[in-house]
């Protein structure tokens, strides 16, 4: 496990974190600007010395009480919104900069090997100041894992990144995520990015966690602060299907639904995950008929949320898995929404983020 319990106190700012997750896959540091990702990771990477409490990867101590380990000797890497590259070295010279750095016995990634999986062999005798934001991004990502971290820490590295650039960097770390077998933080505000690539999730607001565990466990708690803004959203695991209906693709839920999407280029049987806002979900008591939306779903009320802001957040279950609705106070009174309920959930295909 990663036990992290530190208190951060500045001028202007105040940091209390208090959280264990798992010491495997992604976790996603998710919260508004200015509520602590950040200032989380700087500290977790040893960039501030003033912090106080426990930071533990599985059974090395960075931090505690009685001892604390300068940043050389935390076996970390770190990608920060702006890649840094070094000027006065081309691509390969930066990849080789943290290699370099690394005793031959410790190093766990090959060079040739991250190369493949990012796309780098063709930049490799470029200069980082020829390249796009997005390749440069690749670079950083790449230099911090040629350096045989036992941690990875990412501080929105799309945030600088158009629309086009930012999707193409969320499949490369999603290929890299699949092969890494050492955990890694991912701080954005951005849920897109969060659904698809996170396991774990923080939640953090006004310099406190307000929620840690599994992503699904997070985002389907009733309680949870997220559950309240406009951006709360569920998260399906699917496998793509087909792509034989005009301009869709069809995937199936691991619980056996199936979903249309707009179409994207994947391969059948691929993994994908599904990001499903609250506010898109609406739901009917009896099977809708001659309608335009295609995902209709059969699910059962389990749980419902007080009022907030004249709405209610509905949880669904859905053959096994959460799905998160959000109807207005006077839609719940008027179908009489309660728990164990039958109801029939309704997504339009074009509001799915896969």
Request: net charge negative; proline share 4%.
């Amino acid at each position: 496990m990663i036990d992290i319990q530190i208190e951060l106190q500045n001028a202007s700012f105040h940091l209390e974190a208090n959280f264990s997750v798992a010491e495997t896959g992604v976790t996603g540091i998710f919260g508004p600007s200015g509520s602590g990702k950040t200032s989380l990771l700087r500290v977790i990477a040893g960039l501030e010395p003033q912090a106080l409490g426990l930071v533990q990867i599985g059974n090395a101590v960075w931090q505690d009480e009685t001892s604390y380990l300068p940043i050389p000797q935390r076996q970390m890497g770190m990608v920060f919104q702006e890649p840094s590259l070094f000027q006065h070295l081309n691509v390969a010279e930066n990849l080789r900069y943290g290699m370099n750095r690394t005793k031959r016995t410790s190093q766990s990634v090959e060079f040739s090997s991250m190369c493949e999986l990012l796309d780098l062999e063709i930049l490799l005798e470029r200069n980082p100041l020829t390249l796009s934001g997005g390749e440069k991004q690749r670079v950083a990502i790449a230099r911090a894992l040629l350096a045989s971290p036992q941690l990875l820490l990412l501080d929105e590295p799309l945030s600088a990144l158009d629309q086009s650039a930012r999707g193409k960097l969320m499949t490369y770390l999603e290929k890299v995520f699949q092969i890494l077998d050492i955990p890694v933080f991912y701080v954005s505000h951005s849920s897109e990015e969060i659904a698809r690539l996170a396991d774990n999730l923080i939640l953090m607001d006004s310099g406190q966690v307000s929620a840690f565990g599994p992503i699904d466990d997070v985002l389907s708690r009733i309680d949870s602060p997220l559950i309240e803004l406009d951006e709360a959203f569920s998260v399906l695991e699917c496998e793509v299907k087909a792509h034989d209906l005009p301009h869709l693709t069809t995937i199936q839920s691991v619980g056996g639904k199936i979903l249309h999407i707009p179409e994207i280029q994947r391969a059948i049987t691929s993994k994908l995950r599904l990001q499903i806002r609250a506010r898109d979900v609406s739901l009917c008591l009896t099977e809708p008929s001659n309608t335009s939306i295609l995902n209709i779903i059969e699910a059962k009320v389990t749980e419902i949320s007080q009022v907030k802001q004249g709405a209610r957040t509905i949880k669904l279950d859905i053959a096994g898995e959460n799905l998160m609705a959000k109807v207005s106070d006077y839609s719940s009174t008027q179908l009489n929404l309660h728990s164990g309920q039958e109801v029939f959930a309704q997504i339009k295909s074009v509001a799915l983020v896969g």
